[in-house]
């Protein structure tokens, strides 16, 4: 597919209300609930993406390959989601205008963030952040909190800065671990199906989250023993 910078030309013209985003990050939380989501919507892909300055990454899912990151479309609910399974550290300004430039193709006002916190407290809970009254009041009717202290860095951080004329909600969930976290996921996929009245059958949710939490773990672990291996082998040559 074509690409000019960090623009990204979708295969089809669509307008959607609004751009779900989920990149890698604390407990991976935005990369399960974006994939859980696509999977469940079943969504269409309108177009993909990659940073050459990364790591080339893919990863395999039902036979079938997915893009670092790819750009999905679901009618029904008016909304495109944004799902990147490739690490973007160093890159988070490139990656909020490419956010921006796709809002801008598909006509979004308004963009939700997903995130995974850290956090010590013993249950999983949700918060989102905006700057936009009337969005405020929207979630604060569905009894999601608002963060009321807390530090806002990388992708949400930089779109919150660079968006002007589109709307930027953060939506957070605590995870205690750095390894995928299903259950942050689900919080994340709660708050959205609130949200945005996505009809999301809550009873499958967490044993799905799982099984897409265990394949990520073993992508996690395989490419840890390559590592180990390769240093393995780097150490036996030079000694």
Known sequence: MPKEGNRSTLKKKIKAKT??????????????ATGFLIDHL?????????????????????CTLVDPIGIYYNKKHDVVIIHSIAPVHGLE????DLVLD????????????TEGVGSQAPETRGFFYTSNPTHRKNFEKIGIECLGEGIVVGISSALLMKAED?????????????????KAAAKI???LDQYLGLDVDYEPLLKQAAAFETKLRGIIDQASK?????????????G
């Open 19 to 32: 751009v779900i985003v989920g990149f890698p990050g604390f407990g991976l939380v935005s990369t399960i």
């Open 42 to 62: 079943k969504c269409e892909q309108i177009g993909k993406h990659w940073f050459e300055e990364g790591v080339p990454t893919l990863a395999i899912h039902n």
């Open 93 to 96: 300004w490139k990656t909020a």
């Open 102 to 113: 796709i809002a801008r193709q598909v006509g979004a006002g308004e963009i939700l963030t």
């Open 166 to 182: 589109t709307d930027v909600c953060c939506l957070f969930a605590e995870t205690h671990s750095q390894l995928p976290d299903s």
């Open 189 to 191: 996929i709660e708050m």
């Open 226 to 238: 390559a590592k180990e291996e390769k240093d393995k082998k780097q150490i036996s040559y030079v």
